[in-house]
Nanobody, 120 residues
Framework: QVQLVESGGGLVQAGGSLRLSCAASGRISGSVMAWFRQAPGKEREIVAS????????YYADSVKGRFTISRDGAEKTGYLQMNSLKPEDTGVYYC??????????????WGQGSQVTVSS
């Protein structure tokens, strides 16, 4: 059983930065941690993922070069550093853990969601 607790969302102006955190309990080794986001009226989409053991990362084209996913293995916490934020980055961000993939059904465990709002 894995539980994920998110923090770090908020309101920021375009061009600004935020860092989201996802604290995990339970066994995370061998899993992938991912960040998804869901904008109003949009499907939930993956933005980044990291293999917990190896550190291998994936980024959606829309965030590549602006967002960085990382993890602190000792504290079992994942992070999403978001730089150069754009209004289209606005949405509810969810961390997730599972076998890994680009679609939500590859993930069995989810954080509660964090609102990120980027103003123009």
């Amino acid at each position: 059983q894995v539980q994920l607790v998110e923090s770090g969302g908020g309101l920021v102006q375009a061009g600004g930065s935020l860092r989201l955190s996802c604290a995990a309990s339970g066994r995370i080794s061998g899993s992938v941690m991912a960040w998804f986001r869901q904008a109003p009226g949009k499907e939930r989409e993956i933005v980044a993922s990291i293999r917990w053991t190896s550190g291998t990362t994936y980024y959606a084209d829309s965030v590549k070069g602006r967002f960085t996913i990382s993890r602190d293995g000792a504290e079992k916490t994942g992070y999403l550093q978001m730089n150069s934020l754009k209004p289209e980055d606005t949405g509810v961000y969810y961390c997730a853990a599972g076998v890994g993939g680009t679609r939500r059904y590859y993930y069995d465990y989810w954080g509660q969601g964090s609102q990120v709002t980027v103003s123009s």
